[in-house]
């Protein structure tokens, strides 16, 4: 007879010998799979913003005219809009694993075509089926994370990597496209996605596992599929070509209803249907409702301003676009520092607390912007980039988490693309709603008889003030919705139960151990 002490001791070093073997091997595959979707978001989030620079280089090069230059910039954000929840859905039901490398074969297909392309129509259709891929790749990224991490703070750290790598790719994409437009062909703006995309999908294919949602929700809802999927599309070509059109355009009028139909025959489909595309119940979580609708309001004020901060370096102050590019670095730098300490931070004060202050550094780096004025300086430029900055990164990490953690892993690729659709939805909502601020603004401003220069200048600081209070607002809800929720006490019943496994559990070691010792 092994006492029993003996046999616990002896179970406890067979236990772990067996789990010490395999964890260095596990260990590495976890931060190889994070090293693959943290490049393919990289690549993603580049082609948002790449071309803008490289725009005049395009025309001068394929004799495009104005209106075939902004598809080549909207082709790509029109397809990627419309199919975020689709490929999120995809992803859920046939594997988030199999979507990823899916659509890192058709981003990495386009881009070769779009990088090679001769003419206008050849490029905006390459445009085009780059965003069906980056559709398919986005809404897997951060499922893969929340499936390849499960310890919490390790998934925190990864989170964090993840926000950083998208910070750096907004950032750099006006850098590359100045630097590849000013010294190399266009095409390579585009070209330089092969190589990166072959080595991603060589990572994915023997790091990167399969998870995917259970049995009993592995059933496509092609009635909502096609509903969300039209109400994107349309929401995205009217906010895109309102601006140009007219927004009581016809075709821009038409666009709105259709989408307001889509959407409201796309929520009616999803609550009576028994395997909905979205779980519209997942909505009644604040922490999910609120997470989401926080970032819908920092996307909707920044990427507008964003924009426009652009043509204010280039236009007020004469910034050459590889320098207005350069300007951005520090603020993405600065997002990769404090979104690496932000899980630290949040463990101390909670994600409602960081996320708020996340919010409240970002107002106070525009306050700052909203001082500039025509004689700003590189150096008068960093204190607002670098807040603003600090302040992004401390948010995102804990609020990707808070969303994410709201809802069970199987739906975790329709989450990850609901988190993905809002940003860019409100995202271009911002720059429409932000432009047409700016634009009443400089139109009274120029009849008042002030100069175009000084005219921009007074829509910018509008458009800004527009942001800030938006952002205030975003401190106040983030605060409120992702506050924890008082703990209940354990009931009798998980106590017996605690006992329970306890006892199973040490039955378990001594049976280990009788059938180990000599």
């Known amino acids: 007879m092994i006492p029993v002490s003996d046999s616990t001791g002896s179970a406890s070093t067979v236990r772990a010998s067996y789990e010490s073997a395999g964890s260095g091997r596990q260990d590495s595959r976890r931060w190889w799979a994070l090293a693959a979707v943290s490049l393919a978001t990289f690549m993603t989030y580049l082609d948002n913003n790449v071309t803008n620079v490289a725009i005049p280089t395009i025309q001068h090069s394929l004799h495009l005219s104005v209106s075939g230059l902004e598809w080549v910039v909207s082709s790509y954000l029109l397809t990627l809009a419309g199919l975020l929840l689709v490929g999120g ?265 960081t996320v708020a202050f996340g919010m409240l550094l970002m107002v106070v780096g525009l306050v700052l912007f909203a001082r500039l004025g025509l004689h700003a300086s590189y150096d008068s430029l960093l204190p607002g980039f670098m807040l603003f900055g600090a302040g992004a990164g401390l948010m995102n990490v804990p609020l990707t988490n808070a969303v994410m953690q709201a809802i069970p892993s199987a739906r975790a690729g329709v989450a990850s693309a609901l988190l993905n659709a809002s940003r860019e939805v409100a995202g271009l909502l911002g720059i429409t709603v932000i432009g047409a601020v700016l634009r009443t603004r400089q139109s009274a401003a120029l009849r008042a008889g002030a100069d175009p220069v000084h005219a921009f200048l007074d829509g910018y600081h509008t458009g800004l003030v527009v942001t800030i209070v938006l952002l205030a607002g975003g401190i106040l809800v983030s605060y409120m919705t992702l506050r924890p929720r008082a703990a209940a006490p354990p009931s009798r019943e998980s106590v017996a139960l605690g006992e329970l496994t306890t006892v199973d559990e040490l039955a378990a070691e001594l049976m280990l151990a009788d059938e180990v010792a000599p």
């Open 89 to 353: 859905r995809l992803a859920d039901v046939y594997g988030q694993r199999r979507l990823f490398l899916v659509g890192m074969v058709v981003f990495t297909l386009s881009s070769l075509a779009a990088g090679l392309a001769g003419s206008g129509g050849v490029l905006i259709a390459s445009r085009a089926v780059q965003g069906v891929g980056a559709a398919l790749l986005m809404p897997p990224t951060l499922a893969i994370i929340m499936a390849t991490f499960t310890n919490i703070r390790e998934r925190n750290t990864a989170i964090g990597i993840w926000a950083a790598v998208s910070a750096l790719a907004l950032a750099l994409g006006p850098v590359v496209g100045g630097l590849i437009s000013q010294h190399l062909h266009w095409g390579w703006i585009f070209l330089i996605n092969v190589p990166l995309g072959v080595i991603t999908f060589a990572v994915a294919v023997f790091y990167v596992d399969e998870s995917r949602a259970g049995s009993a929700v592995r059933r496509l809802d092609l009635p909502g599929l096609v509903t969300s999927a039209l109400s994107l599309f349309a929401l995205t070509y009217a906010l895109i070509e309102g601006g140009v059109s007219g927004w009581t355009a016809p075709l821009i009028l038409g666009a709105f209803a259709v989408a307001a139909v889509a959407a409201a025959a796309f929520l009616a489909i999803e609550a009576r249907t028994a395997n909905p595309m979205v779980d519209l119940s997942m909505f009644r979580s604040r922490e999910f409702s609120g997470g989401s609708g926080t970032m819908m309001i920092w996307a909707f004020g920044i990427l507008g301003i964003y924009f426009f901060t652009s043509l204010y370096l280039q236009q007020t102050l004469g910034f050459s676009p590889v320098k207005a590019g350069l300007a951005f670095v520090p603020m993405a730098l600065c997002v990769a520092v404090f979104a690496s300490i932000a899980p630290r931070v949040e463990a101390r004060a909670g994600a409602h607390r």
